[in-house]
């Protein structure tokens, strides 16, 4: 069985800050693209790990790109599973499917979505883990089925490393050997395909995540990477015996240069300004003032070595404060 993954397209009528006018048109050159890739390796279905829209207000998506994301789905001609993400959902909510964009591709005879019960393809159980991020959990990833004839799909923070972030995480060693194979999404930046141990022999798990389609935000993460989706070959010649996975990285050729989707000069401009800023601020922290007041403060913006519309915004803001 061959499985293409897809993750995070975060189609939008209107591009993310600092990307160039041609987002959308840009998403579905690579949209088309997969269907290609689909082709040419010949898959049994597409899987996409959620974040398929990118608001998450469905009255600000066009009815439009709906559509386009309705013939997109009909053009494949080939199963799609489909797992809600954070984005695809109204307050962490898996009953606002139904009114969301996402929701419509219910309608198509191709799209069978993840996340509500076990959905059983080619010998194989499919357990949907979606983007509620309320309730992302270990125990959401304890299906009813066999792990070694299980694929979970999720969305969500999941991390296969032991450092320490700043918001909170599902190590991959606290859910492996749940399945034989974990595809998900939620994080951006790709990892190269891991599999993790639980309790060895038994309970290995090969995590893939190929990274977002999309290039939203401009960390430096978005800067260094490439699009690209995951082609995952499994072969089980034993029911009993864990099946052979092998994962290859696909590199969407559609992709723009780096040049070409982001507004490199607004935001050398930002930076600049926002430097001028931080040293406004240190210069105005550092002044000596005798007597704090409206007229001290003042004075002292006017002696910053700030640029003179950073020190006229100030006076702006020190004139509109009661």
Not at 65 to 73: K, Q, S
Not at 247 to 258: E, H, Q, R
Request: aromatic share 8%.
């Amino acid at each position: 069985m061959k499985l293409l993954q897809v993750n995070d397209p975060h189609l939008s009528d209107k591009p993310p800050l600092r990307r160039t006018p041609q987002y959308l048109e840009e998403l579905f050159e690579k949209l088309y693209e997969i269907k290609d890739i689909a082709d040419q390796y010949n898959v049994d279905a597409l899987v996409i790990p959620g974040d398929v829209f990118h608001q998450k207000t469905a009255m600000r998506v066009s009815y439009f790109l709906t559509l386009r994301v309705l013939r997109w789905v009909a053009d494949v001609k080939r199963r799609i599973f489909v797992l809600p993400g954070n984005h695809d959902l109204t307050d962490n909510n898996l009953a606002s499917l139904v009114r969301q964009p996402l929701g419509t591709l219910r309608f198509m005879p191709n799209v069978t979505f993840l996340g509500q019960y076990d959905v059983g393809f080619n010998g194989y159980h499919l357990w949907g883990v979606p983007g509620v991020m309320t309730d992302f959990t270990v125990d959401r990833f304890i299906p009813k089925t066999p792990w070694q004839q299980t694929i979970i799909v999720a969305h969500g923070p999941i991390v296969v490393d032991d450092k320490n972030y700043p918001y909170e995480v599902l190590r991959a060693k606290d859910i492996a050997g749940t399945a034989f194979l974990l595809l998900y999404g939620h994080f951006h930046t790709p990892i190269e395909p891991i599999m993790i141990c639980k309790d060895a022999p038994l309970g290995m798990t090969t995590f893939v995540n190929p990274g977002a389609i999309s290039r939203g935000t401009i960390g430096a993460d978005d800067l260094a990477r490439t699009p690209q989706v995951a082609i995952i070959d499994v072969d089980q010649v034993d029911p009993k015996v864990l099946p052979l996975v092998q994962v290859k990285y696909v590199t969407l050729t559609k992709a723009k240069s780096i040049e070409e989707v982001y507004l490199l000069e607004q935001v050398g401009k930002e930076k600049e300004h926002n430097l001028s800023v931080e040293e406004f601020l240190t210069n105005l922290v550092g002044a000596k003032v005798a007597v704090v007041s409206r007229e001290s403060l003042a004075k002292a913006i006017d002696e910053s070595s700030a640029p003179p519309e950073i020190r006229s915004l100030a006076k702006v803001v020190l004139e509109e404060t009661n």
